[in-house]
Structure formats: structure tokens, C-alpha cells
């Protein structure tokens, strides 16, 4: 695409979509649901006091790790071998010095959020926005992480492994998540999914991982959870295994669970979230919190989801 | 320090501190105030149903940076110039695809959250920990930021360019807050300090900044304004400026006020923060959601607190 | 460009070129004129002795840098703070340790080799290799540095500062070397210009850069210089300037010598060189030995040739 | 160590040792060894006009790393997804382009040279240099990479792979080279060391970790070999394994060659280097150029050595 050429805006998909919903030139999608009374509705969600940390950690070893990311790093900018080196003129003391780092890590490492930047079908991202809108150099120039902001919102965690109960700690590999599923899950848990709500689908994916670490297959929800949550106007879904999506993938669609909640409505996935503390307290609903980096033009963050309940 | 010879624990200071009040092992500092009944206090606190987002962007320019640190970027490791790279027996339709970046930042980027591991006095950090503590290799071996995890409590934004009204939009800079004016502040803002909070103090840095990016001088807290927010038990200080204390240095002691919180205190500090929508809004209180990413050994993480008032 | 449908190879260009003269499928270009004879006559140019490292430091000030290109980074991975963590089972004795290092820079850093993905012409690059050669994750899938190996022949050093004289130190900015020009330096040097040679260039650009930081014209070679040194069957041009070239552009056109070196002849650059010691020393001819890294898939490297005369 | 206080040189080792004979501020140890002569006889050792790249390829996979230095990666920074920005006031012609990448790799990374600063015993490095010119920040303060420049001279490459004809690839790991061994070798080969020059010593294990990538023992040279090339004033020691040295370490001392070759004599060394292509044509002298990049305070560099027989 020439700088000069503006892209051609396609027609919307004839499949249920958010395109052109909250506007033809909107880049935050599903985020438009967030309203002073979602947010007021999720403070009341707070009743046990209870925090909860989301995120898994960022290191080079023992955490799912894909390799065409490469393997974050954490490298010293200034340690005990710099004492002596502030200036004196500074009113540095003898014995007062600083520790930093320098971080280098993939925006999709560990547990983290994807921008609507991040997938693309048939040439597009939501709301018609071409595939070339992510420039090498530019990176995103248009549905970048950086349009989202920090949010909250209510978010009702679905326990799914004790919903099928197939396995003590996990589902297993493969095993798709259907609509009906999480459907009934939320009436056996009394919770109910409301517009603007985050849901966080439990598979025990990340306990499954830690000793099954070459098992390439995961479970996750399919396409019809994927078209629920949408219909539920869910602003995001998190899980904690590595797509939120069933792999391989449902219907062999390759990534069709992120066109659907991505690219057609704007919802947001969250992967490789820690969901293991709520879930042993039974502490299913609450305030989320996530703050993805701002980073300009990114495709993504890392995140730690705080989770109030 | 010899892996065999452990550090010999220091004496405590002989003024005001934290050591060993959380055990002699203790890690999170004054984290251990937030409990059940501070964060369904904060939850409480929220009224207006207003999320802010207090992180700046993080780019390579129009952000005050230090040079030290380095500049960050975001590069490109996936685009649409690997169209038709992905394997067809996943079932990738054409036109289907997906962009990815890495991130190289220093932890101390823009806005971010200091590690009681990031400033030592007397050779020594929080708790009597050695300042060796940190290595180069593994980083912070205690006091890093993986300790953190997300924490969520109760924040009051004290605005001191409305208070002092030197200027519309900014605090001069080295004018150095003292525990008198926050105090008054808080009365004429009707806001109380309880244990547990989080105190962010507005100073108009980073509007000043725009127009002055090479003063060196900035306004913020001095020593006993640190020692003050101290005895209020709160659990860390957040500024819009680049060290939350005043440049030059209160009493031209170099990091005076980061030895007083974080080293004395185990108070953590939140710097480069955006506080202007809040203060515009009149919102000066509610729950802040804090969540450093969880990077093993790290001093510090960018971050991008969410107050929701 | 789909991996099922290959890329059409457009016709060569109506103008002087080397596509197709090592095989339709060469990725090396003018690197095929060094052969035995010409490293041996390469070998019998030394004559004095003298060896000149070329390279200019890499480092984060007080060396030309793009903005683009983020800054050089050296970041500590090991030094005396991990002093103790070596295993005492390898018979580690107290007192021994290593200090190392983690690079991050551009491929085209201070001083340092294009290879022939680096810049295309009418979507084209050498040999009719398509720019889509060029992808986000594999990065250069032809024509990459990752082809040229190290490589040593004879070089004849044209010093352009004593041949016009206009400037003790240096040439005007924006002054464009033409063919004749640089022959008659040749001629005036009694230096004779051979197939296989490389052709350094000096303009003086690197000490005007010290005192002139924010100016944006250079001097360097014009398109008809460029042509003739590739009708002189040069392997590789370098310069002390930031793109070999004249800027602004001879003939206003954006790379327009990259353009002919590259696209139409797989001539080689070579940037930012410090030329000085072999000029003021009067050593003007000798061997050349040019080793970039073998980064797989990169588009150019550091380099930090070394000129034995 | 404080600023202040300047480090107390302590007294040479009583062993063999370079330290003050080229002065007590030395930094550049045995390449002082290399003068005209030097470099003229190594021009003159250049008689069957091959040359041969003895680095092996920067990449992800397939080469030999060490986890602690983290992967190598190539990150694009320019593609064709850029087309277009080029700001058409500068004669871009449609369908000109550039890319680009930026380089994220460990100074010891594949095949590498060590600085000076790399290794320390008894905590000091060549000429009585503190363990503690090793900065976080500022680097190597003294004796690092940028006091080497780039350098060539003569070299010889013993194969030992032939001369022990225990494997037909490989020496066998764990199995430790003699200074006899060294010796025998030269006079099989009819080769002589002289002052100045580099020995290239060849192992086979770069082929042997082709097909045990797990094993941690490595053949190489031993303490009284790494002494005998001392005695003979080479400038540097290369080979086609990790550390130069044998491992397990010779006599069970944790580096022990290295810390006799740099810090007793200031000799450098060269790891994982490609031997295979010189010892399968005969060629084993002729004039090796050695180029590090000129990274201010590294510890060492990739490096490309370029060896022409």
C-alpha cells in the first residue's frame, strides 16, 4: 500500500460483527462497552477482598515459551560494580547506590493481551482496517495496544476443569470448549454474563504444561463459544493456556476462534493467565484490572491482570 | 560476597524504619498493609464509575527519557510480509494472518514502578538485605519486583499545583513539598490518609516538561514529606515526576527521599505518572490497581496503574 | 506474495547490469570477481606492513546514528556481582570469574556492510530478486549478508579531501563526486582501478559530522560515478560517509547509487569508514579483509574491515 | 572499589607472565607482539589464494549457545510493509525501498573473540587490572574489546583431529591436548610458530556437537600446552570449541587456560571457529585478519575471522 493510496474499506463480513458499531473509525472495539455503570457494577462486585495476581512470570526457563519469540531476557543497566561512579557534586554518600535492568521479551510473552492489531482474516482487521495498517518500522498504525488504555471491568471467572471434571487438575489436550458448555458452567456456578463483562475460561492448561511441556495440542473454546461470548458482548476473554482457543484449532480453521472475537467484534484475548488462586477459593466474579504497556504501535503486552473479588 | 559466606544482617537504623516489623525474611514491604478490609475499603471508594489510566506512552521520543537508559523500541518480528509462511496443514486460509513485536526497554521507562531492591543506603536495602543482593546475571536474587505480584488498594491523589497555584499547570521546578503541605492539602481536598494507601502527588511535571526538556531541576517531596507519608503507614508514593522526590536533592542528599520509602520503609514509588485526568475531573480518590509485570529478578517494571474512582 | 506462488522474475532492467552473469540464481554478486589470482594479487599490494582497523566505535554518543535505528546498547550479562555463583564442583577458585556482555544494535550501525536485500529499485533486487525476498520473521530469505561470508582482496583508497582541496579536513556537504573525479584522483594517486578491487572513498565526512551534528547534506559519489566504478568491475565501494552517496541525492533521486551498486551490479557498500590513518600515512593501496558477522537473514552488518597495506 | 580509592596494583604473578613488558598501562598485551615485520611475513605466507570465513552462522537453532547468554535474534526494522513512508520530498520513486534489521546477540555469542577484561583469577586481569574495571553501566573501563581495533597477522592451523586419528571427525571429548601434542603436530605439518603469530588449533567439535548436543566435555588444549604457546609469543589462540580448553577443566581448575593465556599473558583467545574448510584443503598457514567490533567497554565480539592461504 502506497502511503498515497488510501486503503479501499471492504464491505463488513455477512456474519455477526461489530464493524462500524461504534463508529467507522473506531479502534477500540469491544472497549466501547465499559460504561460509568459497568465500571460501578464492578466496584459492588467486590465482596471478599481478596487480590489476585493473573500473571505468570516473565523468565527464560520453566514458563511456556514459544521459540520464534525468543527467550525473554532480563539484563543488568547498573549494579554494585557502578558504586562510586555517581557524582560526588550529586550529595551521593558513600554506600547509596541504584539497581536497574533492561528488559527485552516478545509483547506476547508469558501472560499477556492482544491488541486487535494482532490477528487479521481475509486481509482485515476489525472494522475494516487492512492488514498493511501494521507497518515494520511504524509498527501498528492503527488498533495498536497503545488505543487501549488500562481498563476495568466486572469479570466472572468459568471454571471449566471442575465443570468436566475429566481430569483432577486439567482438561485434556484437544478438548473444545462448546457455547453449551459455558453455558451451563455459568448456571452451575449462579453466575450470570453480562455486556461489558471479561470471561476467564479455567482449563488447567498451565499445570497440564508443566509435564507435558512438547504436547503441542491444548483445550480451549471453539468456534460457537467464541460467536456466545460475542453475543454475551463480552469486552475480552482470558484464559490460561496459550490461544485461548482449542488446538488443534476447531473446524481446522487456523486462528478462527481470534477472527471471530478479534476481528469481527473487537473482543480481546487475554493468554497464559494464572487462574489457579480464584478458582481454589471459589471466588468466581470481581473487578479486573489490566493495564497493558503503552507502548506506540505495539501489537500487544505483556499483562498482569489484577483481579478483585 | 562469596556464595558461602552469607551477608552478615546489619544493624537496624537508628531512626524510624520498617526492618524486621513483617519477620526478618520479609520481601514485600509495606505491602503487608494491604488485608482484606483495606481493599474492600477501596472498593468502596470507587463512586464515579471513572477508569484512568495513569501510564504514559512508552515510545522513543516526546517522553522524558534518560539517556542511561537507553531509548525503547519496538521491533517487528511478525508482519504481513510473512503472508503464506504459516503451515496449510494447520488450516490457514489465505488471507489470514497475525503481527507480533519484541519490546527492548529498560525497566525504569517512562512510567514504572521502583522494586525495593532498586535504591540501597549504606550498602544495605530494606530489611538489612546486602546491596549484593542484585548479581548480573540473575539479577535481584530478594526485594525484585517478582515480589510484587499485582496489588490493588485505596489511592488518594493530592494535587499540589492546585494547592500551591504558583502556576496554572505546574509546580516550579526544585520546589520541594514538605509533610506541612501535603497535610493541607489533604484537609482542603477533605481527604484522610489511612494505612494501606497509595498516595500519588500531582506536581505538573510532565506538562512542564513539553517546554523545558533539558531543565534538570523538577519539583517533589522532600525528606521529611517522605517520613510524614511514612508514619501514615502507606504502601507506596506515586508522582508525575521522574523520582517523586525533588531535584536538586532535599538537603543535597543524593536519593534521600527513595532511602527514607523504599530502603527505610519498604514504601514502594510510582514515577512518571499521569495525573491530569483525575485532578481535572475532581476525582481524587478511589481504588488503584497496580500491576508490574512479573519479570524474575527485576528491579522495577514499567507500568500503567488503573484508578478507578 | 503467497509461499505457493513464486515470484514472477521480471525482465533486466535496459541499463547496464549484472543480472544473470553468475547464473540466474546467484546470490553473491560482484563477490565472484575475487578469484585466486586476485586474492594473490591482493596478498603481493602489501607492501608496508601497516595495518588500519577501519571500524569507528560503537557506542551510544559521539558517533553518527540514525534515530531510526535506536541506539547501540551494551548491557551487562556478567561481571563481579556474580562473583561465588560458579559451581565449586568445576574447581572454581576464589577469585576467578568472567565478565560478558549482551549486544542489542541495527545490522547497520556506525560502520558497517549492506548486503544485497538492503535496498530494492521498481520492487527489485539484484538478480531480480523480488522485495518480498524480505520477510518480518525469516528476515532475508535471499541475497542476505548471511551469502557474503568474510572476504579479503585488494583495495586502492581515493583520497577526494587532497584531491579538491577545498576544505583541509574535509569535502562541502552536498558535493557530488563524479566519474571523472574519481579518475582523476586514481590517475594523480598512480593508483589503477581492477576488477575485483574495492574502492574506498574519502570525503572527510566523519570529522566534519563532529562539528556539524544536525546537518543533513553530505558529500559523497553520483550516479556516473557509480556507474563507472561498476564498469570497472569493483567488488564493493565503501566511504566514510552514512550512505556512499551524495545527499542530497544526485539527480534527486532517493537512493539512486544504492540503486545502480546494488540492485543492478551486486556491488557492495561499505559505511561510515575511517579512512584517515591510511590517507594521512599516504598508504593508498593493500589488502582488504571485510568480515561481517553471519547474522542468518540479516540485511547488512557492523563491520570493522581491516586494511593491510 | 570507590571511585576514590584507585585500586592497589598488586605484585605480578610468580609465574610466567607479560604483565609491564609493554608497560604497567599496557592494554593491549600480546598483539604488541604484531609489528611491519610481522604483518609483511604474514602477507608473504599467503601463497595459494583461498580464503576461508572461519565464523559459523549467528543464529537461533543449530549452532551451539549456552543458555545463560540468552538466543541470538534478528529483528526487522524496515520492510516492504514501509513502502510507501519514504517521504516522496526526497525523490522516492515508487517502488524503492529499504530494509533493514536491529541485532540482539551476547558478545560471546557463536564464534567470538575474548577481550582482555573477559576472564579474571585471583581477582585481577593482565597487567594487574582490578576485577572491578568491569562496570554494569560504563562496561570494561579498561581492557575491552575497543583497545583491540582489528588486527592481522600470521597464523598456523594445527589439525589435531588428523594428527591423534582417534575419530575421523572428531577428537574424543574430555581428551586434553599436550604442549608435546602441539608440538609433534607442528612438525608434522612441517610448521613452525613464530612471535606474533595466531595458532588455530582444530578438535572436530563443532562436528562432534553436531550429534551430542548434550554433552558437556569437550577436548582442547590443557594448562602446559596453553603455557608452551605463551613461550612462543603467539598473539592468539583459536578454536572450533567452546572455551579453547579442554573440559572437564585441565588439573580441575575452573578456566585455567584462559586465565594463563589472558590474564598471565595477555594473549587472546577465539571460540568456535569453522576450521573444517583450510584442514580439508591443506591449507594451514597463511594471513588471518581478525575484526571485532569496536563496542565501547564489550568484552569480546562476534567475530568473522578471515583467513587467506
Given amino acids: 500500500m502506497s502511503a498515497s493510496e488510501p486503503a479501499v474499506r471492504k464491505p463488513k463480513p455477512d456474519r455477526p460483527n461489530n464493524w462500524g458499531r461504534w463508529g467507522e473509525e473506531d479502534e477500540r472495539g469491544a472497549l466501547n462497552l465499559i460504561n460509568r455503570d459497568v465500571v460501578l457494577r464492578a466496584g459492588g462486585s467486590i465482596t471478599s477482598g481478596r487480590v489476585y495476581s493473573l500473571g505468570i512470570p516473565i523468565q527464560a526457563h520453566d514458563v511456556p515459551l514459544m521459540a520464534y519469540r525468543g527467550t525473554p531476557m532480563r539484563l543488568t543497566l547498573q549494579d554494585s560494580t557502578d558504586h562510586g561512579t555517581y557524582a560526588p557534586e550529586l550529595g551521593c554518600h558513600d554506600g547509596t547506590g541504584s539497581h536497574e535492568d533492561v528488559l527485552v521479551m516478545a509483547s506476547h510473552t508469558t501472560s499477556h493481551m492482544d491488541a486487535l492489531i ?3 482474516g481475509e486481509y482485515q482487521h ?15 498504525t492503527r488498533l495498536g495496544i497503545d488505543k487501549v488504555g488500562g481498563f476495568a471491568t466486572r469479570a466472572v471467572l468459568l471454571d471449566m476443569v471442575a465443570f468436566f471434571g475429566e481430569h483432577e487438575e486439567w482438561m485434556l489436550p484437544g478438548h473444545c470448549i462448546t457455547a453449551n458448555d459455558l453455558e451451563s458452567a455459568a448456571v452451575r456456578q449462579g453466575a450470570e454474563i453480562r455486556p ?3 470471561v476467564l475460561v479455567r482449563t488447567g492448561y498451565l499445570r497440564f504444561w508443566q509435564d507435558h511441556r512438547d504436547e503441542f495440542a491444548q483445550p480451549g473454546i471453539g468456534a460457537d463459544a467464541a460467536r456466545w461470548l460475542a453475543s454475551k ?3 475480552a476473554v482470558g484464559s490460561d493456556n496459550a490461544a485461548v482457543e482449542v488446538v488443534p484449532f476447531d473446524g481446522g480453521d487456523f486462528l478462527g476462534v481470534h477472527k471471530i472475537l478479534l476481528v469481527d467484534h473487537g473482543i480481546y484475548l487475554l493468554e497464559f493467565l494464572d487462574l489457579d488462586g480464584p478458582a481454589a477459593d471459589g471466588n468466581y466474579e470481581g473487578l479486573l484490572a489490566v493495564a497493558p504497556l503503552k507502548v506506540t504501535g505495539a501489537t500487544g503486552s505483556p499483562v498482569n491482570p489484577v483481579f478483585i473479588t
Avoid at 126 to 140: F, K, L
Fill in 118 to 120: 494482532h490477528v487479521y
Fill in 126 to 140: 476489525y472494522n475494516g482496517v487492512d492488514h498493511q495498517a501494521m507497518q515494520a518500522t511504524a509498527g501498528a
Fill in 196 to 198: 461489558g463483562d471479561v
Fill in 233 to 235: 458482548d463480552v469486552v
